[in-house]
């Protein structure tokens, strides 16, 4: 069983940046594709990004949402059992709560079907 924890969420302006963190426990964490959602109200929950390696390869690879990319990093330490998205130039529209998951498998990552685990997710809010 892996159970994931975040934080750093928060109120911004426009602009800004935030870190958020999400802790695992559980499970043989260098393994797992580690992705990042978010769900605005009355939305569906959106792929944010991701980090994964290929089944056989030892590296990894990160893949954004094109609304994200170029503004935000995600990024894992697996000594620590650590993901991180750092988010730049924040805008209201990235205003949602922010949910890690985790998935022993390695694919389809940008959906969150894929996901074995979640964390019960941290706000992010943007003010204009």
């Known amino acids: 069983q892996v159970q994931l924890v975040e934080s750093g969420g928060g109120l911004v302006q426009a602009g800004g940046s935030l870190r958020l963190s999400c802790a695992a426990s559980g499970g043989t964490f260098s393994g797992y594709a580690m992705g990042w959602f978010r769900q605005a109200p009355g939305k569906d929950r959106d792929f944010v990004a991701a980090v994964f390696r290929n089944i056989g390869s030892t590296y990894y690879q990160n893949t954004y949402a094109a609304s994200v990319k170029g503004r935000f990093t995600i990024s894992r330490d697996n000594a620590k059992n650590m993901v991180y998205l750092q988010m730049n130039s924040l805008k209201p529209e990235d205003s949602a709560v922010y949910y890690c998951?985790?998935?022993?498998?390695?694919?389809?990552?940008?959906?969150?079907?894929?996901?074995?685990?979640w964390g019960q997710g941290t706000q992010v809010t943007v003010s204009s």
């Open positions: 998951a985790a998935s022993t498998v390695p694919v389809a990552v940008q959906y969150h079907s894929s996901y074995e685990y």
